[in-house]
């Protein structure tokens, strides 16, 4: 079964940054779709990026030109740069497959973002 750990949340003013990391296990990591989703308080979770098995990105319209995803196949991580945050950002981040995301999902982690 695949493990997701994901880490690098915390609490920034807004304005600020944040790079998320996301380790997955698993041999096939390099040829499957990745992607950050984020559950906001009272919401839906969401996918907000995802990078193809070869590096093509597309963004929600919420996030773009202000988060960037990326992965390194060598170390089955993806990650997540975010950068002029705002409050509206504060959410547990996830990872997981896409376009179908597992039927499970690793802890998360929280990004809360003062105004």
């Known amino acids: 079964q695949v493990q997701l750990v994901e880490s690098g949340g915390g609490l920034v003013q807004a304005g600020g940054s944040l790079r998320l990391s996301c380790v997955a296990s698993g041999s096939l990591f390099s040829i499957i779709g990745m992607g950050w989703y984020r559950q906001a308080p009272g919401k839906q979770r969401e996918l907000i990026a995802a990078?193809?098995?070869?590096?093509?990105?597309n963004y929600a319209d919420s996030v773009k030109g202000r988060f960037t995803i990326s992965r390194d196949n060598a170390k089955n991580t993806v990650y997540l740069q975010i950068d002029r945050l705002k409050p509206e950002d504060t959410a547990v981040y996830y990872c997981?497959?896409?376009?179908?995301?597992?039927?499970?999902w690793g802890q998360g982690t929280q990004v809360t973002v003062s105004s």
């Open positions: 997981n497959q896409v376009p179908i995301p597992l039927g499970y």
């Open positions: 990078i193809t098995s070869g590096g093509s990105t």
